[in-house]
Structure formats: C-alpha cells, structure tokens
Nanobody
Framework: VQLQASGGGLMQPGGSLRLSCAAS????????IAWFRQAPGKEREGVSC??????????YYADSVKGRFTISRDVAKNTGFLQTDVLKYEDAAIYYC???????????????????WGQGTQVTVSS
C-alpha cells in the first residue's frame, strides 16, 4: 500500500489549496481516510476524516477547520482530497493523509487507528 500526498504549497491568508492523496494497493472507497497535520514544535493533530462509502461516507472536522475545509474522495481516481479554503496563518503545517484498515470503514480521528500514511505535503501560509 502506498499513499502519495501532494498539493501543498505557499498561499496567502484567505487563499485555498487542494491537497490530494493518491492511493495504490487498496481501494480507498472501502476505507476510512483522514488528514492530520503537524506544525513546527507542535504535536500532530487530526484535521478531518471520512468513513468508507459502505459506512455512509460520514465526515468529521476539527473545530479549527470546520466550515473552511472539505474532505472527499474520488472513487474513479482512487484519490482522497482535502480542500482547504480561507487559509489562516495557523493552518501552516505538514499535512499527512492516512488510511485506516482496523476501523473497518468507520471514521475515526485517532492516530493509532490509522495503518497507512502518506509522506506529507507542506502547507505554508504567508503574505
């Protein structure tokens, strides 16, 4: 299983970035997907997750990003996405996508529930 995260970059406050997580070796539609982030000097935190389609595709967002970020998946492309809008300085971090096998499709924001991780993509917010 491999997860390839991409889409990060430098953006001004208020701007948008679309992060992608391309998967190989599994069918993303069958698993819960999550995005975590880690800023310098801080612990990694959960940003958003989505359950498998079989579990209803329910979504979860951290309070800090609710209303600004949107998690989704493209079944045909076997790719997950995190649309980040109205970016703030505090959103700057390395963003990681992750897939959970042990949750059996259930959305979970616990790091320990995730079995496969992408390499991370850097989001920088600066004017």
């Amino acid at each position: 299983v491999q997860l390839q995260a991409s889409g990060g970059g430098l953006m001004q406050p208020g701007g948008s970035l679309r992060l992608s997580c391309a998967a190989s070796g599994l069918t993303l539609d069958d698993y819960a997907i999550a995005w975590f982030r880690q800023a310098p000097g801080k612990e990694r935190e959960g940003v958003s997750c989505i359950s498998s389609s079989g579990s209803g595709g329910s979504t979860y967002y951290a309070d800090s990003v609710k209303g600004r970020f949107t998690i989704s998946r493209d079944v045909a492309k076997n790719t997950g996405f995190l649309q980040t809008d109205v970016l703030k300085y505090e959103d700057a971090a390395i963003y990681y996508c992750a897939v959970s096998d042990k949750s059996r499709g259930r959305a979970t924001d616990l790091e320990e529930d995730y079995d496969y991780w992408g390499q991370g993509t850097q989001v920088t917010v600066s004017s």
